[in-house]
Nanobody, 125 residues
Framework: QVQLVESGGGLVQAGGSLRLSCAASGRTFSNYIMGWFRQAPGKEREFVAGIRRSGGTTRYVDSVKGRFTISRDSAKNTVYLQMNSLKPEDTAIYYC??????????????????WGQGTQVTVSS
């Protein structure tokens, strides 16, 4: 299995930026499709962005397109989420997840087998 540890969350004003990191250990990082999800209080866990094994294909939820960028560095076994132009509605716990199935980037949390512990992102207005 793979272990995931997120970092980089914090408090930022609206319009600001944060970069989240997710360090993977255990099995070969390149075997997994990687995703970022978020969960705000009282809401269901929501897909934010995902990236395929090669890093060549990415997918985003409409609300973050043009503001967030997902990337992966296989040499560092790390996936990143660069978040720009942050809005108060981006406030949530952000989770990194890994999917070992073959195919495209799924938006369904149940597809992902491994999860990190989450990192809090708070955007003040």
């Amino acid at each position: 299995q793979v272990q995931l540890v997120e970092s980089g969350g914090g408090l930022v004003q609206a319009g600001g930026s944060l970069r989240l990191s997710c360090a993977a250990s255990g099995r070969t990082f390149s075997n997994y499709i990687m995703g970022w999800f978020r969960q705000a209080p009282g809401k269901e866990r929501e897909f934010v962005a995902g990236i395929r094994r090669s890093g060549g294909t990415t997918r985003y939820v409409d609300s973050v397109k043009g503001r967030f960028t997902i990337s992966r560095d296989s040499a560092k076994n790390t996936v990143y989420l660069q978040m720009n132009s942050l809005k108060p509605e981006d406030t949530a716990i952000y989770y990194c997840a890994a999917d070992q199935h073959f195919g495209g980037v799924s938006t369904y949390p149940a597809v992902y087998e491994y999860w990190g512990q989450g990192t809090q992102v708070t955007v003040s207005s």
